[in-house]
């Protein structure tokens, strides 16, 4: 009996999750189109709704309906597939994030995470690099010069900065000892002072500019930027197809910000009068502001440039930061 | 002494010069056998100090039974070292002429001596059928891929519009031959002409070893319009401005007073000073918005969006500027033989000083913001560069070359209208990369904001227009040059009769600046080609509004960006229904 409940309510939580996602990754196109454009002098979309809050719906028929193409030489399976796996791997590796503090409704207590897995953290890294195959297999599937150098760049640029987000957050990790994102948030939970960020401020720069390079984000978008090598691996692909490439990055976007709120702004933990539900939305509405804000500000790197920060600059740091934090705690 | 004297003295040392003829003060065209021609243009092009300009190939088989090859230099010292200047009251242009027999349309190309002719020798046979013997790239360069052999489009017997060949199925039409490097594991990667940041017709093949691109080659004139052939047909010099004009979206008043002051040169008007100092507003109010857009876009191919919107408002009064002066938001419809077809009243020119003002505050600050941003300027350093001998071999012209430490600019080299009376200083930056180009670019606007304050503040007062009374002569020509945002125009007109042209030749800036694009391309990465070719400076055309007359009615209406814009998305109400 009680295990059937606990299958019930995992399925109910995952399609919970699954919906609200999707929900916020789709808000998040419209939210960065306006900042975007406010902070460009524009107006941003305009014409569909009141301040072209509809443009929403208007881009979701139209990802619909769009013809889905095909290219004739192009390892079809394989190409068909391919968009499966970005948002596949990105909402699998939300199953272990705790999203919210627990609550109870109608005598029963919610745990808001789908699966409390005691590496949590090891297995969204995990997960979130077999995303990687995603823009790969489809770059390489679809026999186009410029999807194989989009194809190209995805693997140098995810697989260097898994490197550096990975060494960046093994430091807070050795000061909490676990790597249950349930347990990370409750290090945190003696108030503002007690945020991992005042501990480790250069783990949590270097893990937010490897986010950045994860996500494909501006600066480091190299792997789709338009002006360079026209869209990347998504270059041959249309309608809903090319839609689930951009649902799983925002949904990305999504969890890298989640990560950062709990593992180094306090998470959940309520703060004054804040209850921690609240708290940790505009945590991660601010960190995905930041996404934006940094997209309007910055220019691209090119991919050599980016190469060099990563080996020559990042990686460096995270060791050291790793070394420093070693001997503190020894 | 004249100008020029110095030199064909020289070149008559090795060489017989058969005749000597001046059209202006610093224009000269001598004559040589063919045979002669590339040791000519050669000891006039590196052993003096020139550069070429132009070549014009001439169909004169009405006049002298023969045609005829002109290659333009321009005397004004090789410039690889500061000293190596010629001094100002030297410069001028010398035109090398050589007739070539109608059974025998071959010559011996000036290429092997003077790479800066390639695309010229080309373009010759293209439109003349006229073979360079020893030409080292003889493709075809203008034509389109499934043009007839046959058919030389410029000749004046040629295009008769009862023998107009059918056109090939496009299934059928042949690949164009690109220059390939051998060698495995080269990719080829096309860049254009639908690519998204240079959706201009031209198409760029980029050879890449992994992703540093090795050699390029490129196919343009997509949209070669014919213009040239319109010109001797069907204009007359009152429609010939408006002509010129419609070559660039962007600097059309650059080629509009280049091809009019060849006319007028050719026939000795003197324009009145007030039009003079008019058309120099003009010509820099162009140069303020194009730089404008250039700066604007090399930021945006980097991604720096945000600076590119930015950049934009700046430009925008500039075309305030352009209204104050002409009337439209663009320079257009202004230049007509004689002089201009509108004046300023006081109160514009004064609307104008202070919109200079505006200008100039703005563009400091937002050109600091940029600057102060690393990474911008990473991108730009040391990308694309235009290697000192490369340039000195192919006469790039504008920022191009400016951006290579080459002070060449044909408003001081060779200055025309109202600059004799104007101070400035050619911006000059050595970095040879697309960081210099564009900070040449920003220097030019500020002397291109100082200048026009200057001429406004020296406005000279009395007409804008003489009416050209002098005949035109058929057979004289002359050479109408200027300095366009993107470089020197040189325009060359033959005047014919029955008030049209025989020849009308327009070289736009950006032709001189392509052949050596392919060297600017070479050890670069693909995500720096865009960049590349958006510091050569491309363009692109817009308009605001329309004004619609209905010669029946004689009705007017303004349409403006409101009525537009509704119309585009309600598509009711024909904002023409009414009239």
Not at chain 2, 97 to 113: E, H, L, Q, R, W
């Amino acid at each position: 009996m009680n295990e059937i409940a606990i299958i019930i309510e995992t399925v109910i939580k995952a399609v919970v999750v699954l919906a609200v996602v999707a929900g916020m990754a789709a808000f998040a196109t419209f939210i960065e189109r306006k900042v975007l454009a406010y902070m460009q002098r524009r107006l941003g979309p305009m014409n569909v709704g009141p301040h072209g809050i509809l443009q929403l719906a208007a881009d979701g028929i139209k990802l619909f309906t769009k013809e889905d193409i095909i290219p004739q030489n192009a390892v079809k399976p394989i190409f068909k597939i391919a968009p499966v796996i970005a948002p596949a791997t990105a909402f699998t590796a939300m199953a272990a994030i705790p999203f919210f503090p627990e609550f109870t409704v109608f005598g029963y207590t919610v745990t808001p995470i789908i699966s409390d897995i005691n590496v949590g953290v090891l297995f969204i890294m995990g997960v979130a690099s077999v995303g990687m195959y995603a823009p790969l297999l489809a770059g390489m599937s679809s026999t186009n010069k410029w999807a194989l150098l989009g194809a190209a760049r995805t693997v140098i640029a995810l697989l260097s900065f898994e490197v550096v987000s990975g060494l960046a957050l093994l430091a807070p990790l050795m000061l909490i000892g676990s790597l249950s994102l349930i347990d990370i948030n409750d290090f945190q939970n003696g108030g503002f002072s007690s945020w991992l960020v005042w501990q480790q401020p250069l783990a949590f720069l270097l893990f937010a500019i490897a986010g950045f390079a994860e996500t494909n984000r501006t600066p480091f978008d190299l792997i789709e930027y338009e002006a360079e090598i026209v869209s990347g691996y998504a270059t041959d692909y249309s309608g809903m197809r090319w839609g689930l490439f951009f649902i799983g990055e925002y949904a990305n976007m999504i969890t890298v910000a989640f990560l950062v709120s709990i593992i180094f702004l306090g998470g959940y933990n309520p703060f004054w009068i804040i209850p921690g539900a609240i708290m940790i939305l505009i945590k991660i509405s601010a960190f995905i502001f930041l996404f934006l804000w940094v997209r309007a500000a910055w220019p691209h790197v090119r991919p050599d440039q980016m190469m060099w920060l990563c080996w020559k600059v990042l990686m460096p740091l995270a060791l050291v930061n790793i070394l420093i934090t070693g001997i503190v705690l020894i | 002494m004249k100008k020029g004297d110095n030199f064909i003295s020289k070149v008559k040392e090795k060489i017989t010069v058969h005749n000597i003829e001046r059209q202006t003060e610093d224009q000269v065209t001598i004559t040589v056998d063919r045979n002669d021609l590339p040791e000519a243009v050669r000891m006039l092009y590196y052993d003096m100090g020139g550069w070429l300009s132009s070549m014009i190939p001439n169909d004169e088989r009405q006049l002298n039974g023969n045609y005829a090859l002109y290659y333009v230099l321009s005397m004004e010292g090789g410039k690889m070292t500061i000293e190596d200047e010629l001094p100002q009251e030297q410069k001028c242009w010398i035109t090398v002429k050589t007739y070539i027999p109608a059974n025998d349309p071959t010559f011996p190309s000036v290429t092997c001596k003077v790479p800066a002719a390639v695309w010229y020798e080309r373009e010759a046979y293209d439109m003349f059928g006229l073979t360079a013997v020893g030409l080292p790239d003889p493709r075809r360069l203008v034509v389109s891929d499934d043009w007839p052999k046959d058919l030389f489009p410029l000749k004046k017997d040629a295009m008769d519009y009862r023998h107009r060949p059918d056109p090939v199925d496009h299934r059928d039409e042949p690949d164009y031959k690109f220059l390939e490097p051998n060698g495995s594991g080269v990719v080829d990667v096309p860049l254009g002409p639908l690519h998204i940041t240079s959706d201009e017709p031209g198409h760029f093949r980029l050879y890449c070893d992994g992703d540093t691109i090795i050699d390029a080659d490129f196919r343009l004139f997509y949209q070669h319009r014919g213009m040239e052939k319109l010109a001797e047909n069907r204009m007359n010099y009152d429609q010939m401005g408006y002509l010129a004009e419609r070559v660039c979206g962007i600097c059309g008043y650059a080629h509009a007073i280049g091809c009019i002051e060849a006319a007028e040169k050719a026939v000795g008007i003197e324009v009145p000073l007030r039009a003079q100092a008019m058309r120099v507003i003009c010509l820099e109010i162009e140069r303020l918005h194009s730089h404008l857009l250039n700066i604007g876009l090399a930021c945006e191919v980097t991604g720096n969006v945000n600076a590119f919107m930015h950049i934009f408002r700046i430009r925008e009064f500039t075309m305030e500027l352009a209204q104050l002066v002409t009337g439209g938001r663009k320079t257009y419809g202004n230049v007509v033989m004689g002089g201009l077809r509108r004046d300023m009243s006081g109160t514009e020119i004064k609307k104008s000083l202070e919109l200079l003002v505006t200008i100039e505050k703005q563009l400091i600050e937002v050109w600091d913001a940029v600057m102060d941003d690393k990474a911008q300027i990473n991108r730009w350093k040391g990308v694309g560069i235009l290697d000192r001998q490369v340039a000195r071999d192919f006469s790039p012209v504008g920022p191009n070359m400016r951006g290579s430490g080459f002070g060449r600019d044909s408003r001081h080299d060779h200055p025309y209208d109202f600059f004799n009376q104007l101070e400035f200083n050619i911006a000059v930056e050595h970095g040879c990369d697309v960081y210099s180009r564009e900070s040449v670019r920003y220097q030019e606007l500020l002397e291109s904001i100082s200048i026009i304050r200057q001429c406004f503040e020296m406005m000279p007062g009395g007409q804008t227009i003489i009416k050209p009374q002098t005949m035109i002569k058929p057979g004289a020509y002359a050479i109408g040059n200027d300095e366009a945002p993107r470089g020197e125009n040189i325009h060359w007109i033959m005047h014919g009769n029955a008030q049209k042209v025989y020849r009308w030749r327009c070289r736009a800036a950006t032709y001189n600046n392509w052949p050596s694009l392919r060297y600017q391309f070479r050890g670069n990465t693909i995500a720096d080609a865009a960049l590349i070719v958006c510091s050569l400076d491309p363009c692109y055309s817009c308009t605001e509004r329309v004004t619609i007359v209905d010669i029946n009615s004689k009705k007017s209406k303004v349409l403006t960006h409101k009525d537009l814009k509704r119309y585009s998305q309600t598509l009711k109400n024909h904002p023409l229904k009414n009239m």
